[in-house]
């Protein structure tokens, strides 16, 4: 019946005979009363669903380009001696690991995603930690050459390996970086480099984070602390509650980088780490850890069962201890090393005298 159920058209036949009868009661022709109906319609408002922007994976920052889903990581193996300051783009890893080496120096192993810098280095040598290190990210790893038996752990990890043969993507002398002696001239060009397309995109989180623009964390004041390494090498982080940041500093100069900027991560993560008698760090298994985010420090343990994994931070009571969204560095400090931490003073609290009414005489 061209869409009218059988209640439907009951209730028509109804209708039609009500308005028989009542037109014969009334007397009068349909046009002397005649009235105007008018429809009555509603119109209600389009409910709009705001989505918020996409985070990055290794700084839970928000991405409103969606830029670093769309890409890999990319770890670069970065010298830190004397002949390699100041660095080009280190400043701009989402997470940067430092490491002890031989000879006591450290060097960095610096992650991007979120950004990608036109130039990064100088680029130096794999070691037995580094695929441990970038294991749970994947994506790709540059440096240049190593002992053998690290050149084949890096090439057995779950990454797409870059070394110094492949001229496209790691030059010498790269024409806005100081002038250098090899092997310190070694700089790899962003943009060629993710251009590789390594997997996965995006990399997974390393991190647990607090939700962006949440209210500071709780925990130990700190002005600044000064991590162990040897001399030379031994960082001192200063933080600055007008930026949100922690400043690093060499020998009471800050730590800066080629062109303009000086290295301030949000948070730096001192995990006190086994080091082998070869020098190289025990990234899996568990150990103490201090975490410094919004002008406090908390403590914990530091647990990675496998290298799959990234390690999770946790408090005396097993729970999450939870970063700031944005850069973050991690010192992997032999164990037994200091970390000297200036404590910033408690704020003096001033209550006003109480006034007690006294009783009329």
């Not at 991405?63 to 004397?82: C, I, Y």
């Not at 002890?100 to 990608?116: D, K, L, P, Q």
């Amino acid at each position: 019946m061209n869409g009218i159920t059988r209640r439907g058209c009951a209730a028509l036949a109804l209708a039609v005979a009500l308005a028989t009868v009542l037109a014969a009661c009334s007397g009068a022709s349909g046009d002397e009363k005649k009235k105007q109906v008018k429809a009555t319609t509603t119109t209600s408002a389009a409910t709009t669903t705001t989505l918020a922007p996409p985070t990055a994976p290794l700084t839970g920052l928000p991405d409103a380009s969606g830029g670093s889903r769309t890409r890999s990581a990319l770890s670069v193996k970065v010298e830190n001696t004397d002949a390699a300051r100041p660095q080009a783009g280190i400043e701009q890893a989402d997470v940067l690991y430092e490491e002890v080496v031989e000879g006591g120096i450290t060097r960095f192993v610096a992650m991007f995603n979120s950004e990608v810098p036109p130039v990064i280095g100088p680029v130096r040598s794999v070691r037995q930690e580094d695929p441990d290190i970038v294991w749970p990210v994947g994506g790709i790893f540059a440096y240049s050459g190593g002992a053998p038996v690290n050149v084949d752990a890096i090439n057995a990890a779950p990454v797409k390996a870059v070394d110094e043969n492949n001229g496209d993507v790691l030059v010498r002398n790269e024409s806005s970086q100081p002038s250098r002696d090899a092997p310190h001239n070694l700089y790899g060009l962003g943009p060629e480099l993710f251009a590789l397309g390594g997997d996965p995109k995006p990399p997974p989180a390393l991190f647990g984070y607090v939700a962006n623009g949440s209210p500071p964390v709780t925990g130990q004041g700190v002005l600044n602390f000064h991590v162990g390494f040897d001399p030379g090498y031994d960082p001192t982080w200063t933080w600055d509650g007008a930026t949100g940041t922690w400043v690093r500093a060499i020998g009471g100069t800050p730590q800066t980088v080629t062109g303009s900027g000086h290295i301030s991560p949000a948070n730096v993560v001192v995990q006190f780490t086994q080091y082998t008698a070869e020098g190289e760090a025990q990234t899996v298994g568990e150990g103490d850890v201090w975490v410094f985010t919004d002008g406090v420090m908390r403590t914990g343990r530091w647990v990675r069962p496998d290298r799959a994994q990234p390690a999770k931070y946790v408090d005396a009571a097993g729970n999450p201890i939870l970063l700031r969204p944005g850069r973050t560095w991690v010192e992997l400090l032999p164990i037994g090393a200091a970390v000297d931490v200036t404590a910033a003073p408690v704020p003096v609290t001033t209550v006003a005298p109480a006034t007690v009414a006294l009783p009329q005489r």
